[in-house]
Each structure stands twice: as C-alpha cells, then as structure tokens.
Nanobody, 121 residues
Framework: QVQLVESGGGLVQAGGSLRLSCAAS????????MDWYRQAPGKQRELVAA???????NYADSVKGRFTISRTNANNTVYLQMNSLKHEDTAVYYC???????????????WGQGTQVTVSS
C-alpha cells in the first residue's frame, strides 16, 4: 500500500505564507511525478504545481511567481512553498504522486486526503 500524508495547511492572512508538505510512505519502488492540486468550493480540482523525478517544474498561471514546488527524492516528500497568498488561493490542497510500487510495475496514481488552506482578506 501507498499513503500520501499532507501537512502544513491552515489559516493565514492575505500576503502571508504557508509551506505544505506531503510525505509518501508504504511499498514504493520509485516516485516519478509529484503534484499539488487544489479544489475550491464550487470549482473543479486544478493542478497547482508539478515536479518530475528530474526536477522539472511547472505551475498554474495563477500561482506562478508566488508558489514553489520542490521535492526530496530520498525522503519521498514534496513541498509547496506558498508566498504572497491571496484569498483566491483558499482551497483544499491535495498531494498527488505517480508511484511505481515495484521494479516490474507500471505507474499508479495516488492521492492524499487533502489539507485545508484558508486565506483571509
């Protein structure tokens, strides 16, 4: 089994910062891409940031320049540093990972339970 556990969410004022963490554990051979998604009330889940096993990153236009995704491959952990937070960043943030559970397995996608980020204004 594979588990993704997010942490770091909370309530902040506009302009503040938060750092989200997601730790993957379980039977894992390797993790390729790790992503952060978010879903605000009444809106579809959207990709916020992604990072490949090689360190290539991409961001949603709405967070570009404010958020930074990083990962520690050895620890199977991905981070999302969120600066200059805006009210519209309020959402449940979900960690996502493409995981290979063994050397002979293909990639499977796993999700964390989500962590609430609320930005007041």
């Amino acid at each position: 089994q594979v588990q993704l556990v997010e942490s770091g969410g909370g309530l902040v004022q506009a302009g503040g910062s938060l750092r989200l963490s997601c730790a993957a554990s379980g039977t894992i051979f390797s993790i390729n891409r790790m992503d952060w998604y978010r879903q605000a009330p009444g809106k579809q889940r959207e990709l916020v940031a992604a990072i490949t096993s090689g360190g290539t990153t991409n961001y949603a236009d709405s967070v570009k320049g404010r958020f930074t995704i990083s990962r520690t491959n050895a620890n199977n952990t991905v981070y999302l540093q969120m600066n200059s937070l805006k009210h519209e960043d309020t959402a449940v943030y979900y960690c996502n990972a493409d995981v290979r559970v063994s050397a002979w397995s293909g990639l499977s996608e796993y999700w964390g339970q989500g962590t609430q980020v609320t930005v007041s204004s």
